[in-house]
């Protein structure tokens, strides 16, 4: 269901977006299989390589749904449409894993070039938390963001939610026709876990998603 997913998300995070910020102020771009443009590795980079223009003050949600894999040294990577096999062995492969996997290294890097200092990353994938380390290193803040940090009343930073353990996979149920991370976080979206009854906020978003996990897949 990962292209389902893909394309619900987006379309729960566009009403959301575009109820508090304006129509005009969201960017949604989505890649996904069936859709206008497919989650190939080009197009993975270009969406990233976009988000370079973005001001400090913007906020930057990136959401991958699909198959992940744990790779030897601990690093993750996150299979794209070109992807042939997802055997931890072949993507061992450099030339494999440049054409066919986008690496937790590589997303690290991708979202240190953005200016933007509110981000958040969330992975429905098997594997997801071996991304932790590298997703987690230190971000280095440019003395001007820092300036425009100074500015900004609202919390910034980086947000992570991972769909799993680092040797575990990310389930999806046939009775809901989702992920069971991504249907946690549209519940909670819709009204399960919004602050004040009306806003989406990062914080208790996730803690929800964390809490109704499990209690979802003790089921299947």
């Not at 949604?28 to 069936?34: E, I, N, Y």
């Not at 969406?47 to 790779?71: N, Q």
């Not at 932790?132 to 992570?160: C, I, N, W």
């Amino acid at each position: 269901y990962a292209a389902k997913d893909a394309r619900d998300f987006a379309s729960a995070l566009e009403r959301a977006a575009v109820g508090l910020l304006g129509k005009e102020r969201v960017e949604v771009r989505l890649l996904a299989s069936g859709s206008k443009e497919a989650p190939t590795r080009a197009n993975l980079e270009k969406a990233f390589a976009s988000l370079r223009s973005a001001r400090p003050a913007d906020v930057v949600v990136v959401y991958l749904a699909g198959h992940g894999v744990g790779l030897p040294g601990g690093e993750y990577a996150y299979l794209t449409s070109e992807a042939r096999s997802g055997s931890p062995e072949a993507l061992a492969d450099p030339e494999i894993r440049k054409r066919q996997a986008v690496t937790s290294g590589e997303l690290t890097a991708w979202f240190k070039a953005s200016p933007a200092l509110k981000q958040v990353m969330i992975l429905d994938t098997c594997a997801a938390g071996a991304a932790a380390k590298k997703l987690m290193e230190h971000r280095q803040v440019a003395a001007d963001q820092v300036r425009a940090l100074a500015r900004l009343r609202d919390r910034t930073g980086f947000h992570v939610l991972m769909g799993c353990a680092a040797d575990r996979v990310s389930y999806e149920a046939t009775r809901f026709a989702q992920g069971l991370l991504t249907y946690s976080l549209l519940m909670g979206m819709k009204g399960a876990a919004l602050r004040e009854g009306e806003y989406v906020d990062v914080a208790p978003l996730f803690q929800f998603a964390a809490d109704q996990v499990p209690a979802l897949a003790r089921d299947i």
